[in-house]
């Protein structure tokens, strides 16, 4: 499966971006898919994840309230939609793909990785 993700750019603290993912097969829809970051000098970090159906998802503690992830698997796709946005955010975001059923929280148990695309908040 490739991802490419997209959406991605610089914006004032208080804004809002939506990333989009979008896979390259239909077999996207059985995936979970999740959203990452990673900041310079730090971990990637989970920020969002989201099962095949959307029926489940998690959240970092950092950005409940304020992003939202989502998917259409008509589209091939996965979003998140980030409002309210701090210069904290500030990172490049990664989707990925696990065949699990259920979203993992760990990195390393995803199997297929999107490019990245930053995002840059301003204060």
């Known amino acids: 499966v490739q991802l490419q993700a997209s959406g991605g750019g610089l914006v004032q603290a208080g804004g809002s971006l939506r990333l989009s993912c979008s896979a390259s097969e239909p077999t996207f829809s059985s995936y979970s898919m999740g959203w990452f970051r990673q900041a310079p000098g730090k971990e990637r970090e989970l920020v969002a994840a989201i099962s095949w159906s959307g029926g489940t998802t998690y959240y970092a503690d950092s950005v409940k309230g304020r992003f939202t992830i989502s998917r259409d698997n008509a589209k091939n796709t996965v979003y998140l939609q980030m409002n309210s946005l701090k210069p904290e955010d500030t990172a490049v975001y990664y989707c990925?793909?696990?065949?699990?059923?259920?979203?993992?929280?760990?990195?390393?148990?995803?199997?297929?990785w999107g490019q990245g695309t930053q995002v840059t908040v301003s204060s």
């Open positions: 990925a793909a696990d065949a699990a059923t259920r979203p993992s929280r760990e990195w390393f148990l995803y199997e297929y």
